[in-house]
């Protein structure tokens, strides 16, 4: 099969990493894909925004599945474009992306099917949702409605900052459209998790639970970011909370879109609270999360190529289980200096090829370039070191380990990637 990969993260190089080593992948390409990714498949600069560029190159090369990594282009309807020339295409449709790309939408979905989140009002006028907020007690989340590349949530300490979020968002328009609504949400006390199952429209495959660190600083202070490391599985889960979030969260949501005409293939991540107890949603993304995709994808065992091609045909209940290998798998993104706000570029990376070529150590490449037979950083997010171990201790020591043999200027990463697994035992 000739596959083609959209995205140019370090979710699409562990996807590519994984693809690359399926019997039934005979040839992979990537758009844009990034430097670690180049060494596994043929990369085009064609953008991700390009419908017609891309159905195009997908005809050309005779493409026999694409395989799509993030939000916006499933947001702008790129599995409704193919799915109508009859290319299989792996991800939701663009009124099924609207489970990510539109809080009042999903938040809406969960109310009316009883699923569990926080309680929330939605907002389309600044007056009314000041007025809202006057007689309101801090801490509450305000979040605006579309997409904002990850930094539309406002966790609220003060009314004063209430008040700066929602002149920002609703009249100055800092995102645009998609902040002109916002939803005002209950602040949830918890532990969060990330909990991602493939889905045929139908039923759902979930992949072993994970949990990402979104703040830039070590104790999760510092502003939000895309996220600075992940590891699963994750300590918090019973058996009881994991069928209550398969049974009561995930597959409801699949059943309550399936009525109302909307087949949601690809992955649905469920970005959840454990908060007394009980699992909440805080947000749905529509697709593979990241970093969580780079040690959840380390440590499957089964092929992933099967598994893709029978959610696209909506066959998953045919599929045997997806097997996953033993134990612990951490990555610690290494980021560039000046992340998220203003990262620095074009630094040599050092001690990659002291890596190269083990079992249990994988490095995926997000913002990095060949330039000759350099990588150079080229983005916030530069690497995400992954690494599988027998126990917490054993792969965070041998992510860390693995992160001190690389080196380039500014680099920066969180010393503190998988601790909260450690202080629940
Ligand atoms: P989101 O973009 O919706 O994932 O929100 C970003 C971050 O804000 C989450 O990872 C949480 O840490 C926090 N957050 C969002 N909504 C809530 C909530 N209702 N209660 C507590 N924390 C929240
Ligand atoms: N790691 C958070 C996300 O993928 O949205």
């Given amino acids: 099969?000739?596959?083609?990969?959209?995205?140019?993260?370090?979710?699409?190089?562990?996807?590519?990493?994984?693809?690359?080593?399926?019997a039934g992948v005979d040839r992979l390409h990537c758009i844009p894909g990034n430097g670690g990714i180049a060494d596994l498949a043929e990369c085009r600069d064609i953008s991700v925004g390009d419908t017609a560029g891309l159905l195009e190159f997908t005809k050309k090369m005779k493409i026999d599945l694409v395989v799509v990594g993030p939000e916006n282009p499933l947001a702008g309807g790129i599995v409704d474009a193919f799915e109508a020339k009859g290319i299989p295409i792996f991800g939701p449709v663009a009124r099924g992306a609207a489970i990510e790309a539109s809080k009042i939408f999903s938040k809406e979905l969960m109310r009316d099917s009883s699923i569990p989140t926080a309680h929330f009002q939605i907002f389309?006028?600044?007056?009314?949702?000041?007025?809202?907020?006057?007689?309101?007690?801090?801490?509450?989340?305000?979040?605006?409605?579309?997409?904002?590349?990850?930094?539309?949530?406002?966790?609220?300490?003060?009314?004063?900052?209430?008040?700066?979020?929602?002149?920002?968002?609703?009249?100055?328009?800092?995102?645009?459209?998609a902040g002109r609504k916002v939803v005002i949400e209950e602040f949830l006390p918890g532990i969060e998790a990330s909990?991602?199952?493939?889905?045929?429209?139908?039923?759902?495959?979930?992949?072993?639970?994970?949990?990402?660190?979104?703040?830039?600083?070590?104790?999760?202070l510092g502003p939000n970011t895309g996220g600075m490391g992940a590891y699963t599985p994750i300590p918090f889960l019973n058996d009881d909370l994991e069928r209550e979030i398969r049974d009561g969260i995930m597959l409801k949501t699949i059943a309550a879109m399936r009525e109302m005409g909307i087949p949601y293939k690809g992955v649905l991540y469920g970005g959840l609270m454990l908060s007394g107890g009980k699992p909440y949603v805080i947000e749905f993304n529509a697709r593979f999360g990241d970093p969580e995709t780079q040690p959840i994808i380390f440590k499957m065992k089964s092929d992933l190529l099967p598994v893709l091609i029978a959610c696209v045909e909506g066959r998953l209940d045919k599929l045997e289980d997806i097997t996953w290998k033993?134990?612990?798998?951490?990555?610690?993104v290494i980021a560039s200096k000046g992340y998220p706000e203003n990262p620095e570029k074009g630094k040599v990376i050092r001690g990659l090829d002291l890596l190269s070529g083990r079992e249990d150590v994988a490095v995926f490449h997000a913002g990095t370039k060949r330039v000759g037979s350099e990588y150079h950083t080229s983005g916030g997010r530069v690497l995400g070191v992954t690494a599988l171990g027998a126990t917490y201790e054993e792969a965070i020591s041998k992510?860390?380990?693995?992160?001190?043999?690389?080196?380039?200027?500014?680099?920066?990463?969180?010393?503190?990637?998988?601790k909260k697994a450690l202080l629940v035992k």
């Avoid at 099969?1 to 399926?22: D, F, P, Q, T, Y």
């Avoid at 991602?196 to 070590?218: E, N, R, V, Y």
């Avoid at 033993?326 to 610690?332: K, L, P």
């Avoid at 992510?399 to 998988?418: K, L, P, S, T, W």
């Fill in 326 to 332: 033993e134990g612990v798998s951490v990555c610690v």
């Fill in 399 to 418: 992510a860390y380990d693995a992160v001190g043999v690389i080196d380039f200027e500014g680099m920066y990463y969180r010393r503190d990637i998988g």
């Fill in 124 to 177: 389309d006028e600044h007056e009314k949702a000041l007025r809202y907020i006057s007689g309101k007690e801090p801490p509450f989340v305000i979040k605006a409605d579309g997409l904002c590349a990850g930094k539309g949530a406002y966790v609220i300490k003060d009314i004063a900052e209430a008040e700066s979020v929602l002149k920002e968002l609703m009249v100055n328009g800092i995102y645009g459209d």
């Fill in 1 to 22: 099969m000739n596959v083609l990969v959209i995205g140019s993260g370090g979710r699409e190089h562990a996807l590519c990493w994984k693809l690359s080593r399926s």
């Fill in 195 to 220: 909990y991602l199952a493939f889905a045929d429209g139908k039923t759902i495959l979930p992949m072993p639970a994970s949990q990402d660190h979104k703040p830039l600083l070590d104790e999760d």
